[in-house]
Structures are given as C-alpha cells and as structure tokens.
C-alpha cells in the first residue's frame, strides 16, 4: 500500500487536523477561529472572566440507577478523547484540561479529574500525567519509564503491587498493581463496583470511569461532556460545541481554578492558550513511520472494534507497534 494511502486511511480515525504550526491559538483569535470569530457550530463560549462556581441548570442526570461502562468514556494514547455516550474525538493541544469536574460527587466532596498534555515528536501530544481531587485530597499519577505517584504532593514509594494503602478523603481506597514492564494499573475504588481507573503504559496516560452512577456523576461537566446524553457542552453548561479544538481550549484548566498538579514546569498555563500541532507535520511524520497500516492494523489485534482505528493511528503516530499495549 502506498503511503498516501496510508495517510488517507489512518487520518480517518478522527485526530483534529489544523492549519498552523506549533503554535498558541492566542494567535489564531483565541482559539475561535482564524479570524477571530468563535468558529464553526457555537453561538456563545465560557463563562464570565473569573468565573469559577458552574451554574445549576446542567443536564439532569438519567436515572438513580443508570451506569456508563468504562470501556467507552476518558482519555487514552495519543490523546483521543471519549464522552460518556462514548463519541470519540481527538484535541492534540498541549495544555492542563479538566476532563471531569463533578462538585455533587461523594455528597458534597466535590470530585475533579485533570490531564497533562504534553508534545510528542513536535508534533502530535499524548496524556503525560493525570491529577484527581477528591475532598481536600489529590492522587496524581504519571508514566514513564518508572511511573511516578504523588498524594497530595508528597511522592508515593513502593507503589508496586499496592493493596489500599492510599485512601482518598478516608473513604476510597486506590489499588496499585504492576500488570507487566511497562502496564501500571491504579483504581480509586468509589463503592461497589464504581472505579477512577487509571492505567500508564510506558510514558503514556489513560483515564477512564468504571462503571459510573448518575448517582455520582450526573452533573459533571469536562472533556467528557454531559453524563446523560453526551454532549460536548461549554463552562455555561447550555451551548453545544462540536467543533473539537474550540472544545478543548474550553476545558483548559483556567487560573481561577485549583492547580492539582504538584508542579507547574516548562507546561502550558492559562491564560496562554493550548499550543496546537499543524496539519501538516502531522502528516509528514505519518509519512515517515516504518510501521505499515497493514502491521499496525496486526498489532492491534486484540483491541475492542471501537477502539481499532484509535490504536492504529496511534501505532502510526509514535512509529511503535507497543503502542497497541496501552488499548
């Protein structure tokens, strides 16, 4: 197969493509379009400057006893987004995103997921690291050769193999298990079969909820959109917007909101804008990978069918078959 065709193929899997270069959409009209009107499908974005209690009128929650499945919502690889209907989307901005805020979580104890983004190859991102608040509590877990966990700031040693030995507001235990060299697995187990799970394969970082309860979830609001229906909602929790990259900058973690991770670095931080990859490097890296679609297609294999094009852009991506173990 040539490699355009390739290309062609493994574009389709949903990644956001833009038109500039590395650069910060506080150059492109803030994110809302090249000049600087508020892009395609959105009327009104975000709330009022300083902003930070979210209104009442979010999406009532399905029913008392409704679930999601973790098999369809969170982040994975190289990043691909999934709302709790289970829509697929990519935002490749390099920048801290609430993936999920939820101040009804745990009566009252207020739940927050954040996600570190970080560049790849100068031009794609991937999930570096995670942060989840609970009450006054926060776990943060990042990948790497030696995958790192800090609880509330202070690192945690000897996480392999770790049975409950971390325990969020003194009511939810997190497991830690080592699957393999590079699969590390950490659930914050939140009652019966509800689960934060949290997995990291090399230096790569995935989140997803297990199981979840409107109960627990039905007014969170995020990179994951409305529980009850999916849908990709602003900080005004009214307007709809599809467009992924005016999505994104949405949900990056603004100034007036709690910092959860235990550092800031050389990171993108509001009110500088999520750095997005160009269209164009993009494809010339894809252009570039050794690995075949055919292979890639190979290697992930064993992948749910939902997920088989999301593996195979990232295998494509990162020019590494391993890319598959973290699916």
């Given amino acids: 197969m040539k490699f355009s065709s390739i290309i062609t193929k493994t574009l389709t899997v949903g990644i956001a493509l833009f038109s500039s270069s590395f650069v910060s959409a506080d150059d492109r009209g803030n994110g809302r379009g090249s000049d600087g009107d508020l892009g395609t499908g959105i009327d009104v974005i975000g709330a009022p400057e300083g902003t930070t209690a979210y209104p009442s009128y979010f999406p009532s929650a399905a029913t008392p006893t409704s679930t999601r499945d973790a098999s369809r919502n969170g982040v994975t690889g ?70 790192i966990i800090w609880m509330n700031g202070e690192q945690v040693v000897d996480i392999d193999d770790n049975e409950d030995a971390i325990v969020l507001s003194s009511k939810f235990p997190v497991s830690i298990k080592k699957l393999s060299e590079k699969l590390t697995e950490v659930r914050i187990n939140l009652g019966g079969n509800e689960e934060v799970v949290i997995k990291t394969w090399g230096k790569m970082v995935s989140v997803s909820v297990s199981h979840a309860s409107s109960e627990n979830f039905g007014t969170s609001v995020g990179m994951m959109g409305a529980y009850s229906t999916g849908a990709k909602l602003g900080r005004d929790g009214i307007t709809k917007i599809e467009d992924s990259n005016i999505f994104g900058q949405e949900w990056q973690v603004l100034p007036t909101e709690a910092k959860l991770f235990h550092e800031i670095g050389d990171t993108v931080q509001s009110p500088v804008s999520c750095k997005i990859p160009s269209s164009h490097e993009m494809r010339r890296r894809l252009l570039e990978a050794s690995v075949t679609l055919e292979e890639a297609k190979m290697a992930c294999g064993h992948v749910a069918p939902a997920e088989v094009d999301l593996c195979t852009f990232d295998i494509m991506a990162t020019n590494d078959v391993d890319s598959a173990g973290a699916y």
Avoid: A
């Fill in 78 to 147: 190289d990043p691909h987004f999934r709302t709790w209907s289970g829509e697929s989307y990519d935002f490749h901005g390099v920048c801290d995103l609430v993936l999920l805020k939820n101040t009804q979580f745990g009566e009252g104890l207020g739940m927050d997921i954040h996600v570190r983004t970080m560049v790849m190859f100068k031009m794609f991102s991937y999930v570096d690291s995670t942060s989840v608040r609970i009450g006054n509590d926060t776990l943060e877990v990042k990948g790497g050769e030696k995958d």
